[in-house]
């Protein structure tokens, strides 16, 4: 049985109630955004590449795709390669700079059936260069890359799924 009460109790609980609600919407804005604090984009560039899929066996003793590493190259403004982008995350420049990431943040990829868009707190771990000076990267405009849609059959068996992204890079 539901029992509906009126007077100024009930608009102590409503208000409170609001409250967390409000205070819970705020909360889960701020994880889904991926915008990084405190920061100017320094420069951007468009990735062309691979998501890596390993089959491997999950808790329940049965196959399935886990993602393992990107391989892909990111290409400036006027088409040139300028920055591989691998394992670990991490991002090598021409000139030996090098920044390695931790995923702060994600959000749905604007295109269905995509990545997701990342904000990545970087770390500088190569020489001095173009990367040196960057603290975020960003993922957007992500297109593909995920898991294939062919069961994996044998495990270890590696898989890819090609996919394209901006990355911008900020101090």
């Excluded at 409250?19 to 405190?38: H, K, T, Y």
Aim: charged share 20%; glycine share 8%; net charge positive.
């Amino acid at each position: 049985m539901i029992r509906l009460t009126t007077g100024p109790k009930l608009g102590t609980r409503l208000s409170i109630g609001a409250g967390l609600m409000l205070a819970a919407s705020a909360w889960s804005a701020r994880a889904e955004s991926i915008d990084p604090p405190d920061a100017h984009a320094s420069f951007s560039a468009k990735a062309s590449g691979v998501q890596i899929y390993a089959c491997e066996y999950d808790a329940n003793h049965a196959l399935g795709w886990v993602y393992k590493e990107p391989r892909a190259t990111l290409f400036d403004d006027r088409g040139a390669a300028v920055i591989e982008h691998s394992a670990g995350p991490s991002w090598e420049a021409r000139d030996g700079s090098r920044i390695e990431g931790r995923v702060l943040a994600q959000s749905p990829s604007n295109t269905p059936d995509s990545v997701p868009q990342l904000l990545l707190r970087a770390r500088s771990t190569g020489a001095q260069g173009t990367l040196s000076p960057v603290r975020y990267v960003q993922r957007v405009k992500t297109m593909g890359g995920m898991k294939p849609s062919a069961p994996c059959t044998a495990e270890h068996e590696s898989g890819s799924s090609p996919y394209l992204a901006t990355y911008v890079f900020y101090q």
